[in-house]
């Protein structure tokens, strides 16, 4: 065979192999999902939840999760405490408008699935690893926070009343 030859049959096997490397399912996150917090005191919701699924059960290592929370749409079914939460001393969500979540690996759990990636909050990152369910194409979690990790609010004052881990409750529907 020429060079030319071996050259095309090389090209045309890595363009086949090409689609076999990342044949993960993309998704698009369904309108009615939810996003709860909970702790002694506060709970509520966010409302705006944005991002890119990419998830396949048989092949884990080409799934991805990119998605924001929008800060600013936090309601804890009080107006003052909204206002609060949304403030500098708290979220700050005009300077940091949305919470991050971008991962970077997947595990099979005995619950479901695991994935680790980077969460981001009030500008501070740091690794965290969220259980998750899929079923019925819903992805469920459930997991806590430690808001000191993410330097919001303060641990002194009327804020140390809150306390320092806060559980979130999420469940996302997502079609193809």
Avoid: C
Wanted: hydrophobic share 40%; charged share 25%.
């Amino acid at each position: 065979m020429t060079k030319v030859g071996y050259v095309g049959m090389i090209l045309a096997i890595i363009s086949l192999s090409a689609f076999t490397f990342n044949n993960s399912v993309s998704w698009r996150i369904a309108d009615d999902y939810s996003i709860k917090f909970s702790s002694k005191n506060p709970s509520g919701v966010f409302t705006k939840l944005t991002g890119d699924i990419e998830f396949d059960e048989d092949n884990l290592s080409a799934s991805k999760f990119d998605v924001k929370i929008d800060v600013a749409s936090i309601n804890t079914g009080n107006g003052m405490k909204n206002r609060h939460a949304k403030g500098a001393k708290w979220f700050d969500a005009e300077q940091y408008p949305t919470i991050n979540f971008t991962s970077e690996k997947f595990a099979k759990s005995s619950t479901g699935y695991e994935v680790t990636g980077m969460l981001e909050m009030h500008g501070i990152k740091k690794e965290f690893t969220m259980p998750f369910t899929f079923k019925d194409n819903v992805f469920e979690s459930s997991f806590t926070v430690n808001r000191t990790d993410f330097n919001i609010g303060a641990t002194k004052g009327m804020a140390k009343k809150v306390p320092l881990e806060i559980t979130l409750d999420i469940a996302v529907p997502v079609t193809k």
